[in-house]
């Protein structure tokens, strides 16, 4: 399975201050995602990291990813209390015809006290 | 627009009943996917329509049935589902651009919230 596992499974933070959470996989990638799900919703996009890219940045988020040791990190940097959501990584691989499924990390749930 | 729009929002149904659900994308996206996510866990993949085709079917039982009508749409036919059955249903879409991989973001709907009794 490719699925990854999502280090710590619950932080809570005070607003301001920076939150870091980890995933690992199994097996080789090509791209690694971010995303964001508020509770009880749909899942949203945040970042997408390719296998040959070691960091990414956008907005307040930075993602590394280290083949290597087949893991990824996601820094929230001042966060405030909108961010509290559950943070899921996720893998993909070919489905066919184009399409490419998606694996998803058990997640991270993220609570920012203001 | 980047809207992948669901519905009906919340659906309670009794397990002898038929319901569907349904998922509209207007982005021109050609591959559309059903995920199905317990509470406190991560989305499960259910279905992958490439090209309105079935591409994939992740072993999930028959009373689940998927349909896509056309490139915009995407139904799930429920029958004679059971209490475990119960949970959000996501629907998702993306681009499905051979060998451009890094196009594969997906967009997803608010989902379903599906109880049943």
């Known amino acids: 399975s490719q699925q990854g596992e999502e280090d710590p499974q619950a932080l809570s933070i005070q607003e301001g201050e920076n939150a870091t959470m980890n995933c690992s996989y199994k097996?080789?990638?090509?791209?690694l995602q971010w995303y964001r799900q508020n509770s009880g919703r749909g899942l949203v996009h945040l970042i997408l990291?390719?296998?040959?890219?070691r960091e990414k940045h956008s907005g307040r988020l930075r993602v590394t990813l280290d083949t290597s040791k087949k893991s990824s990190s996601l820094l929230i940097t001042a966060s405030r209390a909108a961010d509290t959501a559950s943070y899921f990584c996720?893998?993909?691989?070919?489905?066919?015809?184009?399409?490419?499924?998606?694996?998803f990390g058990k997640g991270t749930k993220l609570s920012v006290i203001p | 627009d980047t809207e992948v729009t669901q519905t009906p929002k919340h659906l309670v149904m009794g397990m002898t009943n038929k319901k569907s659900l349904k998922c509209e994308q207007h982005m021109g996206h050609r591959a559309m996917y059903w995920y199905k996510q317990k509470a406190k866990k991560p989305p499960e993949l259910m279905f992958v329509?490439?090209?309105?085709?079935?591409?994939i079917n992740e072993s999930v039982p028959s009373r689940f049935s998927p349909e896509c009508p056309n490139s915009s749409l995407l139904n799930l036919h429920l029958h004679a589902l059971q209490p475990e059955d119960s949970a959000l249903y996501l629907c998702a879409s993306s681009q499905a651009i051979p060998g451009q991989r890094a196009k594969n973001i997906q967009y997803f709907g608010a989902g379903t919230r599906l109880s049943v009794l």
């Open positions: 990291i390719r296998s040959n890219e």
């Open positions: 996720a893998t993909d691989y070919h489905s066919g015809a184009g399409s490419y499924q998606l694996t």
């Open positions: 097996t080789s990638i090509n791209n």
């Open positions: 329509y490439s090209y309105e085709k079935l591409s």
